[in-house]
């Protein structure tokens, strides 16, 4: 059949016929070929093939409803899933067909109808015209909308939303789209299923999103709609639902909403809102839409301040690092301290390590700031030491981070040394969680450091799980119960975690500091236990450096010379 089409001239318009009936496309042929170059097909499938082959020549599609095999139904609806032909106009051709058949071409993107017999001029005229209308349209789509979803091209959804927040006062809601995943499905699916689902996607959404004004394609599966503002929690139960049953349930869709936009920003900054308000709940099952309301703002504002003060902050000093003293169990003597980083911030005040650490955990910066802190610390011990003081040794955090920087221990000793420190001033605290990956790694930085003289202290034990392998391991030398062992046992006056823990530290030669001790109940407990150490509120809190040297000098003065020489 191919054979016998011709060899496609520029000039005139091409025009795939899908006929079965040899002699309906026979007299089409001998009517048309004048002005049309034509393309012949006896049967559905052999007309799509055409079409994928001639997407970019045909200008026009006459198709037969009923033919064997593919009908002219499915036809259209394969259509639909080709790229580069859902545009290409279709005529239906009719002789016998009902009113629900020609509904039914018209819902599947059919744009006319001729019918038989075929009046020529009226054909000729009604192709034309359709074609024209087409190529006009396609230019000014080709600016205005995106051909995939019918959804306006990103410059111009940002454009009519500018336009509209800045010429009304009315309330706004803006929303974005996401699929979360789309990458790793398209490649599975493949590229005319994903854009069948996006297509499905942005359609269902105009639909079911309430009094929505417009909707853009801001890049390949982020779509963006403007909405009247809805009062309440409409959102989670509207869009989780808007696809229906039968879509993929394999595409996870994530929702940001943007709430009452401000009139005064940015088309541009609303979208990023929304987006931002996305990745907020991707890493959440039940979540479907992410809301930037004014906490969130504010959330958002504090992060970015975090980032963008931080060199600077590291720069002017803002960092201050506090200690909170470590006593003896037993005596009432100070035998340590833990340094404790805050930060001085410019703009937000006075914020605690549990606001920017996690941040820094995650952005890198950490890694610098405990070198920062490694070197306060020296400093701080050094200038005791010069002007007389006797200080105690100083423990110092360290992150998962931290043990990738190349030399981790190497460039510790060196600091120390060049601050002319004892090695057993300082303490390196780990913490449990951090062993979940790279054990080996960090073993080996702990087991350098160990044999070089710092003590290491496990951190946090008993908050999750520690393989008890770690212990030794780490060359653990003293084992930090968590905070949440003495507020459970607080609450339950029940110490039998508290009590094993210390057991398992004595038949590991370890010793054990409490932390979070609050109350003289959970002191004396301790006491009675056998746990060696106690650092918690009840004896202080962290405290800057102005508060912490006169705090070491009163048990200097109160306990004689020599009793910072029995401690650890
Ligand atoms: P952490 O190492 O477990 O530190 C103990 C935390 O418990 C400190 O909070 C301390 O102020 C608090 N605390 C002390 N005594 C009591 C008490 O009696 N009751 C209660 N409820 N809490 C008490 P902070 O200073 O806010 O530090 C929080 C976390 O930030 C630290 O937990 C540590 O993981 C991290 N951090 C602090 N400074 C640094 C640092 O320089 N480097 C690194 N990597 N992490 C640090
Ligand atoms: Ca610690
Ligand atoms: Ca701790």
Redesign the pocket.
């Known amino acids: 059949m191919q054979a016998s089409n011709p060899v496609i001239s520029s000039e005139k318009k091409t025009l795939l016929i899908v006929e079965d009936s040899k002699m309906n496309r026979e007299i089409l042929k001998e009517l048309l070929s004048d002005d049309f170059n034509i393309l012949l097909a006896h049967n559905g499938l052999v007309g799509l093939d055409l079409m994928e082959e001639h997407k970019k020549s045909i200008s026009i599609v006459l198709l037969d409803i009923f033919m064997p095999e593919c009908t002219g139904f499915d036809f259209l609806e394969r259509k639909q899933t080709m790229r580069g032909c859902q545009t290409i106009p279709v005529i239906v051709m009719t002789a016998s067909n009902t009113v629900e058949d020609e509904i039914r071409c018209l819902e599947l993107g059919a744009s006319d109808f001729i019918s038989k017999p075929y009046n020529t001029e009226v054909m000729k005229n009604r192709i034309r015209s359709i074609i024209n209308l087409r190529e006009t349209s396609s230019m000014l789509n080709r600016i205005e909308k995106d051909r995939l979803t019918g959804l306006y091209s990103k410059e111009v959804f940002l454009h009519k939303v500018s336009n509209i927040l800045q010429t009304t006062q009315d309330s706004y809601d803006l929303i974005c789209s996401d699929i979360v995943n789309f990458r790793r499905m398209s490649e599975r699916y493949g590229e005319n299923k994903s854009d069948l689902f996006l297509r499905n996607l942005a359609q269902s959404l105009m639909k079911g999103i309430p009094d929505i004004l417009l909707g853009g394609r801001i890049s390949t599966d982020i779509f963006c709609f403007l909405l009247r503002h809805q009062d309440g929690d409409w959102a989670e139960a509207t869009l989780k639902n808007v696809l229906g049953k039968d879509h993929p349930a394999s595409f996870i869709i994530k929702y940001g909403l943007v709430p009452n936009v401000d009139h005064a920003l940015p088309p541009k900054t609303l979208t990023n809102h929304a987006t931002c308000a996305i990745k907020n709940i991707k890493g959440r099952f039940d979540a479907t839409v992410g809301i930037y309301d004014e906490e969130f703002h504010k959330e958002q504002q504090r992060i970015a301040y975090i980032e963008e003060g931080m060199l600077e902050g590291l720069k002017n000093r803002e960092f201050k ?2 200690y ?1 003293p470590k006593h003896s169990a037993t005596e009432d003597v100070i035998v340590a301290a ?5 930060w001085q911030h410019p703009k937000l005040g006075f914020i ?3 606001i920017f ?1 996690p941040l820094f955990e995650r952005n890198g910066f ?1 890694t610098q ?2 070198l920062y ?1 490694w070197e306060e610390v020296c400093r701080e011990i050094r200038h005791c030491i010069e002007v007389g003081f006797s200080i105690v040794p100083i423990s ?4 998962r981070l ?1 043990f990738d920087i190349p030399n981790l221990a190497e460039k510790i000793i060196a600091l120390v040394d060049k601050y002319e420190i004892d090695h057993s001033f300082f303490h390196v ?1 780990v ?1 449990e969680s951090m062993c979940t990956d790279n054990v080996e790694q960090i073993a080996e930085t702990c087991k350098k450091l160990h044999d070089a003289g710092f003590l290491i202290e496990l ?2 034990f008993g908050s999750g799980f520690t393989a008890l392998s770690y212990l030794s391991q780490l060359n653990v030398d003293i084992l930090k119960l ?2 949440s062992l ?2 459970n046992a607080k609450e339950t006056r029940n110490y039998s975690l508290v009590r094993y823990a210390i057991l398992l530290a004595e038949s590991m030669k370890m010793k054990t500091v409490a ?4 109350v003289e109940e959970q002191a004396a407990a301790l006491r009675v236990l056998g746990c060696d150490y106690i ?4 004896y202080s ?2 405290l800057p450096q102005e508060e912490f040297e006169p705090y070491l000098l009163e048990y200097e003065s109160s306990k004689g010379e020599d009793y910072f020489n029995r401690i650890f």
């Open positions: 690092v506090y909170q833990e340094a404790l980083v805050r605690g390590p549990n650490i950490i700031l405990d802190v110092v955090n360290l992150s931290d605290e913490t951190d946090d968590d905070v003495m507020q932390e979070g001790v609050e650092q918690g509120y009840y809190k962290p």
